[in-house]
């Protein structure tokens, strides 16, 4: 799809607002920033991340395994993450009571699953709104409006993450055959989710910064970003030099690279559904954020939308079955 554009009164990119004001339905709390996130995957959700993230008053998932979270890191700006066993609730817990002993109270939870369709899921994030009232909960994988109206109305989720076997790294959708169009999930899911006062991420899909345009066009509240993120100086992980290039490991954490990590490798009962690259080495994320904002800015005057909040009102998507000129690849 394209978006269409439309007369504005806007003259500069510079007029566009970026930053929301946010009050979360079952939490109450309040939050105010630019609503794009890095993915939590290990080789881009880390501290230094979060370091270049925070200057733009973005949010940067920590990745479920990352060590104690410095206290003197802002937490509007970080959301720890967990999975659903009792042992995740246990590293969370600890976590959490480290933060605390520094004086900081965590704002945002992910409980992070590849199928969010799991009864466990429920369990498992009531039982941490009892735990933590005041925390800002984010629960996922769905791509259907169903399950994101249980989450919110009987889990007490606050934003549902959006997006099964889009990402660049995930092969859910070759490996099972389970999947939606990430464009048409979001559609379905924000309409869903806003009708009960919650809010979506939409997670997975995003190649260019007009991805990032078009999710908030067709409805997110929030856009989480992998793929554009890895092979950064802020990454984690060696340089790799082949033939005078250089690159950085990018991969999924239900690839076989993550589960050898921190599982010692893949259960009899499972698959991997996620691949390894190489992506070659980008320097500063800065310049990539600041491509991203431009593109989102732009699209803004293009559609006559003041203020990000207001992208999705004004947003007309076109299909098309070519994007772009390919005369020179």
């Known amino acids: 799809v394209l978006l269409r ?6 003259n500069s990119r510079s007029e566009v607002n970026l930053e929301r004001e946010i009050t979360f339905v079952n939490s109450g709390a309040t939050w105010k920033g630019v609503p794009i996130m890095s993915t939590n995957m290990d080789t881009i959700g880390n501290f230094d991340m979060y370091r ?3 200057k733009y008053k973005m949010l940067t998932c920590f990745h479920k395994y990352v060590p104690n979270i410095p206290h003197e890191f802002d937490p509007n700006y970080y959301i720890i993450s967990t999975g659903i066993t009792d042992r995740d609730l246990e590293r969370l817990s600890d976590q959490i009571e480290h933060l605390r002993s520094g004086g900081v109270e965590p704002k945002f939870i992910c409980v992070d699953v590849a199928n969010g369709y799991m009864t ?12 933590y009232p005041n925390v800002t909960i984010i629960a996922g994988n769905v791509v259907t409006r169903e399950i994101v109206e249980e989450l919110i109305l009987n889990a007490k989720v606050d934003v549902v993450k959006v997006g099964i076997g889009s990402g660049s790294v995930c092969t859910t959708r070759l490996l099972t055959g389970v999947g939606m169009p990430q464009l048409s999930a979001v559609m379905e899911c924000s309409d869903a989710a806003h009708g009960v006062g919650g809010m979506i991420i939409s997670d997975g899909g995003i190649c260019y910064p007009g991805d990032v345009s078009k999710a908030f066009g067709g409805g997110a509240d929030f856009v989480m970003i992998g793929s554009m993120l890895a092979g950064h100086s802020e990454c984690p992980g060696e340089l790799i030099e082949e033939e005078g290039k250089k690159y950085k490991l990018f991969y999924g954490m239900s690839s076989d690279t993550a589960m050898n990590k921190y599982h010692g490798g893949v259960a009899s009962y499972r698959s991997s559904e996620g691949k390894t690259v190489k992506v070659p080495y980008k320097g500063s994320v800065e310049n990539t954020m600041n491509n991203i904002l431009g593109g989102v800015r732009s699209t803004c005057t293009y559609v006559g939308a003041s203020r990000l909040k207001d992208l999705n009102k004004c947003a007309t998507f076109v299909r098309v079955n070519r994007q772009v000129n390919t005369f020179y690849k």
Do not use: I, V
Request: some cysteine; glycine content about 0%; hydrophobic content about 35%.
């Open 120 to 131: 466990k899921l429920k369990d498992f994030c009531l039982n941490l709104r009892s735990l």
């Open 52 to 54: 270049s993230l925070s």
């Open 5 to 10: 554009p439309k007369r504005s009164t806007l």
